[in-house]
C-alpha cells in the first residue's frame, strides 16, 4: 500500500516508521531540515527498552510537493492546522484515497470530510506516548494500543486495524470509536494541566499518592 503521512513528527515517525516494513511510506512535512534528514538518514527509533530502530526504506517531501495519488493517508499534524496540510496537499487524494486521522483532539473526521469521501474516513486514537528528538529522530517513550473505528465504514477500519497489527502496531478496533478519542482529549485536558502546574512527568502521577487527589 501507498501511504502518506502529514505530519513527520513524534506520532507520525513512529507510525510511518513501522509502516514502512511492509509498505511505500511518503512522508510529508513543512520543515525543509527535516525533510532532508529524513531523505538522507530515515528515521530512528529509539524503543521503550532504549533499542534503536532504523527504517531507512522511506521518503520524504515539503507539504505541496509531492503530487501522486496515494492509498492512505493518515493525518497526524495539530488539528488546527489540518485544513491548511489537506489544501496544501489534496493532489494525493484519489476517488478511492482512504482517511485515517490518528489525532488528538475531536472533529477532525468533519475537517476530513471536505477532501474525503465519508465511507473512506477512518478515525482512529492511540495510547502510545512518543517524544520528538527532531529531524526524523523519535523516542517511543510509552508502549501502549492504537484504536480504530468509523461513523459509517467499520469493515475499512478492521481493514486498516489488520494493516497496522501486520507491521509490529499493536492495534484494535472500536465500535466506540469517537467515545474513546473524547475521553482521551479529557484527561489531557485534566493531566497535562496538572503536570503543567506541578513540573512533572505524567508517570510521576501515577506513584505519588498526594497528586492522585
Known sequence: MKIAVIGAGAMGCYFGGYLSLKNEVIFIDSYESVVNSINTHGIYLTEVDDTVVHFGNVKAFQSGKFNEIVDLVIVLVKTTYTLDALELNKNL??????????????????????????ENIILG????????????????SGLGKTYFGSNSNLELASKICLLFNNCCIKSDVASNINCLIWNKLFV?????????LLEMPIGFMLHNEPSKK
Open 188 to 196: 489531557n485536558l485534566v493531566v497535562n494541566c496538572l503536570t503543567a
Open 125 to 140: 486514537t492511540t495510547t502510545n506516548n512518543c517524544v520528538n528528538l527532531g529531524n526524523g529522530k523519535t523516542k517511543h
Open 93 to 118: 487524494i484519489g476517488e478511492e484515497t482512504i482517511a485515517l486521522t490518528l489525532q488528538n483532539g475531536g472533529g477532525n473526521d468533519l475537517k476530513l470530510a471536505k477532501y474525503f469521501k465519508p
